[in-house]
């Protein structure tokens, strides 16, 4: 940019209104809208981690690349470090912001991406790669599809997968494991074999509420990802049960679980049910790869007598019982992992269930003057604390 003098940028930057106040305080004649704005706060933060998006969208004239400019002259080379896990985060709100789909930026974060990231693919299997253009490239998927970018909605799997799985819900994904059983799908449906159709329904079950019957009749073919959002609490004391497998020490956790089980008749379905997922879990062999510890247990579910007796166990426990259990265990840390009990309304925060996970049309319209002193108002890792969705 060194044909364009430092007047021209200073007035570019003052027309977009990201100055600080001292240096502009009158409104822009004409206020973006919240769709502008998005695209503005993208390009910006492109700009700070001083990547340019993919072609076209850092070429063609757009609140994205009016951002982006902005950001190049604001930022200069005094940029923020590009990882990864912060090129997938521009990547997710980009695909996001072209089909109007709402992400929650307080919590999805390059650092929560981190968080949910896998080295295998939970549907298919197989090793995930990154920037390959291959099948087997790591994508975030929505797990729900009619939520938006959100925490606790967000997984991690195989760009094959993610392509599969698309719209589909659980039942979905159940109709399809029916039709490919009965012969009517030979070779799968859209790439993916009955299993693997399998682990899409019941990693989509996990966000969808279901009747306490119905979530207790479904076997644990996926470990639920970190930070996912389990809806029925059956699931959630399933996946608490099949985690003690996972590390050491789990005899005696099981025993001081069953000891906070009310009565004698849960206590001895427990141990049948228990007794019947161990010896398939230990048919794997031991292993000291935490992945095929994981689909040692996952694939003991698939044993009809680990259902049986799982589904005799739970329904002698209500779903509030069920969720109790959990929340007992975890208070006297037999848990594997940290679990935080949440509202209906904590647990679906920022999800944009009324609008289907998009940006209602009337706020992606609505005008609004955009932020300004950015550079004082953002936080340590350059994010900006206002840039949720929707916009207010």
Not at 147 to 170: D, E, P, Q, R
Not at 190 to 204: D, I, K, N
Not at 234 to 242: C, D, G, K, V
Not at 314 to 322: I, K, P, S, Y
């Amino acid at each position: 940019m060194s044909h364009i003098s430092q007047a021209s940028i200073q007035n570019f930057v003052h027309t977009l209104v990201y100055v600080t106040p001292d240096l502009f305080d009158t409104p822009p004649p004409s206020a973006l809208t919240a769709h502008e704005h998005i695209g503005f706060e993208l390009g910006w933060d492109y700009a700070h981690r001083r990547l340019v998006p993919p072609a076209p969208y850092g070429l063609e004239p757009s609140p994205l690349r009016n951002g982006l400019l902005a950001g190049q002259a604001a930022f200069g080379v005094r940029t923020l470090e590009a990882t990864r896990h912060v090129r997938k985060w521009l990547q997710l709100r980009l695909h996001a912001w072209l089909r109007g789909r709402s992400v929650e930026l307080h919590q999805v974060t390059p650092n929560s991406l981190a968080q949910i990231d896998v080295s295998h693919c939970p549907i298919t299997r197989q090793a995930l790669s990154s920037a390959t253009l291959e099948s087997s490239d790591a994508s975030i998927d929505r797990v729900r599809n009619d939520a938006g970018y959100a925490a606790g909605n967000l997984a991690v799997m195989s760009t094959k997968a993610n392509h599969a799985k698309a719209a589909h819900g659980f039942h979905d994904a159940i109709r399809f494991v029916q039709r490919i059983e009965a012969g009517g799908s030979v070779g799968g449906i859209a790439g993916l074999t009955a299993a693997q159709w399998s682990r899409v329904a019941v990693l989509c079950s996990f966000v969808e509420p279901l009747p306490h019957e119905e979530a207790c009749a479904l076997p644990l073919l996926v470990l639920p990802p970190n930070r996912l959002r389990l809806f029925n609490p059956a699931q959630a004391l399933q996946a608490f049960i099949s985690r003690q497998l996972l590390t050491p020490g789990w005899a005696q956790r099981a025993a001081r679980f069953e000891a906070l089980l009310p009565g004698k008749p849960v206590k001895r379905a427990f141990q049948a049910f228990f007794h019947a997922l161990l010896p398939r879990v230990l048919e794997a062999g031991r292993t000291d790869d935490a992945q095929r510890a994981r689909w040692a247990v996952e694939d003991a579910w698939r044993n009809p007598l680990v259902m049986k007796r799982w589904a005799a166990f739970a329904r002698l426990l209500t779903g509030a019982q069920c969720e109790a259990l959990v929340a007992k265990a975890t208070a006297r840390k037999l848990g594997t992992q940290v679990v935080e009990r949440l509202s209906e309304a904590q647990a679906t925060d920022g999800w944009n269930l009324d609008s289907r996970g998009y940006v209602p049309h009337a706020v992606l319209m609505r005008r609004s003057v955009p932020v300004r002193a950015r550079r004082t108002s953002r936080g340590a890792d350059g994010m900006s604390p206002q840039a949720a969705l929707p916009l207010q």
